[in-house]
């Protein structure tokens, strides 16, 4: 599995990831974000789904308390999962899970709650603080891999 390390200076580095990311995801793909509170995850995806609606000023709440949000963008459906208030992995099928695997993109926080419904072909995105920015790790499957993360 590649795996590409980035420091990211500020939240500008963040949103550019993010629209770099956003024109490599597909349909079926899942992104499993990972870091501790306030690492960056949101900002991330809020980056992901502003680039792929074509919209800046797309208003992208964090699901902590809806646990899923929905949008339909011209890149796709994307389906915004937050399982920190998750309780067991099979919590995820209430939420959907299986109809965003089926043909939408999952962008996951706090992916490690979906234990073994975590499938094996993913994009791992770390963030972690470093400094006065954050660093992102990620790491793709074969099927992601160099082919579509080669150049971030």
Request: aromatic letters at 8%.
């Amino acid at each position: 599995m590649p795996t590409f390390s980035l420091f990211l200076p500020d939240e500008a580095a963040t949103e550019r990831l993010g629209a770099s990311l956003a024109r490599r995801l597909r349909p079926r793909d899942v992104v499993a974000l990972r870091g501790g509170l306030g690492a960056g995850k949101t900002t991330l995806v809020r980056a992901i789904l502003r680039a792929a609606a074509g919209d800046p000023a797309l208003i992208v709440p964090s699901p902590t308390f809806t646990l899923v949000e929905v949008y339909d963008t011209r890149r796709g459906v994307f389906w915004h999962f937050d399982l920190y208030r998750l309780e067991t992995p099979e919590q995820a099928y209430e939420l959907g899970w299986e109809e965003a695997r089926a043909d939408g993109i999952a962008l996951v926080e706090w992916a490690d709650r979906l234990g073994p419904l975590l499938p094996d072909e993913r994009l791992d995105i770390a963030l972690a603080i470093e400094g006065a920015g954050r660093r992102a790790d990620l790491t793709g499957d074969a099927r992601l891999g160099d082919t579509r993360l080669g150049d971030i």
